[in-house]
């Protein structure tokens, strides 16, 4: 097995969104993803490491990758298809209802990493991509990005549909539980903080929530969650200029100060050091 060690970061997008096709090309060193990636390879051989796991390739897959996953294709590796990148930020102008198929997707990728594609799912989604690299390798236009936020929905859905096929297929209840937890969590994280919250929705108690989600992810319940609220409030910091009081109202926070204890407990840094040091890598 490959050893992953000191990988770099990924380099910056423009818009926070691209796509491009893959053909045959060099080795990738060691990279943490500062973008979600979508690989769909139409033919491929060789290996692709994600995290500490090998992936054989072998053509007519879909590689799902979240921000933060370190990334490494094998020297002999050979492939055609599509590789498309976006941000957060890029995905906020798709329309909510979208927003659990990403959850489901990206928020726990390790469980979809790679998924087998028939026939008919091919089919399907082959001409979007081939659409969506068309639209993005136009002049820039009024508007264009709302265009291809448009598409990557159409895509992600599609490809949510393809993936709760597989789970139908072979999931435990308990796994089914957890992604509902995920997809609750997605949409409810800006007002529901404790465990108990979605345990309720869910009919179950907290204590056999959080021991499922230890099962199905590795952390519990409130780490999930908690890893959800600071997503968002990175994003808010990183790519927003409104107040820290503000953020933190908006997630649902008493006062900013409980805010603020909460993002150093979880961050290492205050929400204004973190602003200020993302702001300084840019310069």
């Given at each position: ?155 992600m859905i599609k ?107 979880n961050v290492n ?15």
């Amino acid at each position: 097995m490959m050893v992953i060690t000191s990988p770099n970061t990924e380099t910056a997008i423009d818009n926070t969104f691209s796509i491009r096709p893959l053909a045959g090309e060099p080795a990738t060193d060691n990279c943490r993803l500062v973008y979600h990636r979508i690989i769909y390879v139409l033919e491929g051989t060789g290996n692709l490491q994600i995290d500490d796991q090998s992936f054989p390739v072998n053509g007519q897959q879909l590689y799902l990758i979240a921000r933060g996953q370190v990334y490494r294709e094998s020297p002999g590796l050979q492939w055609s298809g599509y590789l498309l990148s976006f941000a957060d930020c890029f995905w906020e102008r798709t329309p909510a209802s979208a927003n659990n198929c990403k959850a489901v997707l990206f928020n726990n990728a390790a469980d979809n990493q790679c998924l087998p594609l028939a026939a008919e799912d091919r089919h399907s989604l082959l001409p979007l991509f081939q659409t969506i690299q068309q639209e993005a390798a136009q002049a820039s236009y009024i508007n264009q990005l709302d265009v291809l936020a448009a598409y990557l929905k159409i895509i992600m859905i599609k490809i949510a549909n393809i993936n709760a096929a597989l789970v139908n297929a072979y999931d435990t209840a308990d796994k089914q539980l957890y992604r509902q937890f995920v997809e609750l969590v997605s949409e409810h994280y800006h007002t529901l903080h404790e465990v108990a919250d979605y345990a309720g929705k869910l009919h179950i108690t907290p204590r056999r929530l959080s021991d499922l989600c230890r099962r199905c992810a590795g952390r519990g319940a409130k780490d999930i969650i908690n890893g959800q609220l600071i997503a968002a409030a990175k994003r808010h910091l990183q790519f927003s200029s409104i107040a820290v009081k503000e953020i933190a109202y908006q997630l649902n926070f008493t006062t900013p100060e409980q805010f603020s204890h909460f993002f150093k407990k979880n961050v290492n840094s205050s929400p204004s050091d973190y602003r200020s040091a993302f702001i300084n890598q840019g310069k």
